[in-house]
């Protein structure tokens, strides 16, 4: 029997706007171009393969770079609660072993909102031991591009907040 450890990383930043700006965020990638302004230095592809990319049951295609390296994922939207909950997880069930489930967060709190981005990895015990400096630097990898996407997007919505509510000006 394989040991696998579980292990969780978070990422949660405020933003002052509201959830369904937020989920809006994600309704509007739908092609490369749309992918890459939420992370210009290492989101590549997207492509929707079937349905919508915050749609249950949708299938989405992406490349990205993660520690230099480029990653491509296709997954598969396994739960979607509008304004509120996005759930992920690799299509393929051998990797889904591994990278059991993705998932953002929207809360509201007091007039802005805590965007949570968590991904479950298992990791093997002989990885652990044998490998221990590799896996803590992908794990530094993936926490940063978490932390970076999460920063990126609340830039992306406060700076739309801003344009859509212009400050009055007093004389």
Not at 131 to 149: C, D, F, T, W
Request: overall charge positive; hydrophobic content about 40%; proline content about 3%.
């Amino acid at each position: 029997m394989m040991l696998l450890e579980k292990i969780t990383l978070t990422n949660s930043i405020e933003i002052n706007t509201t959830p369904e700006k937020i989920f809006g965020f994600f309704l509007q990638i739908v092609d490369d171009a749309s992918y890459q302004a939420w992370h210009t230095d290492d989101h590549v592809v997207f492509r929707l393969i079937k349905g919508k990319f915050c749609q249950q049951g949708s299938v989405v295609y992406a490349e990205e770079y993660i520690h230099g390296k480029l990653h491509k994922f296709k997954f598969l939207i396994k739960e979607v609660v509008p304004n509120r909950k996005i759930e992920f997880v690799p299509v393929s069930r051998l990797l889904r072993i591994y990278f059991p489930r993705n998932t953002f967060l929207i809360e509201a709190r007091d007039g802005s909102c805590v965007f949570t981005a968590s991904c479950v990895l298992r990791v093997g015990c002989l990885v652990k031991l044998l490998a221990r400096n590799r896996l803590e630097q992908g794990l530094l990898s993936i926490r940063k591009h978490m932390k970076e996407e999460g920063e990126n997007m609340k830039r992306i919505l406060e700076k739309r907040e801003l344009h859509n509510h212009p400050v009055e000006e007093t004389s």
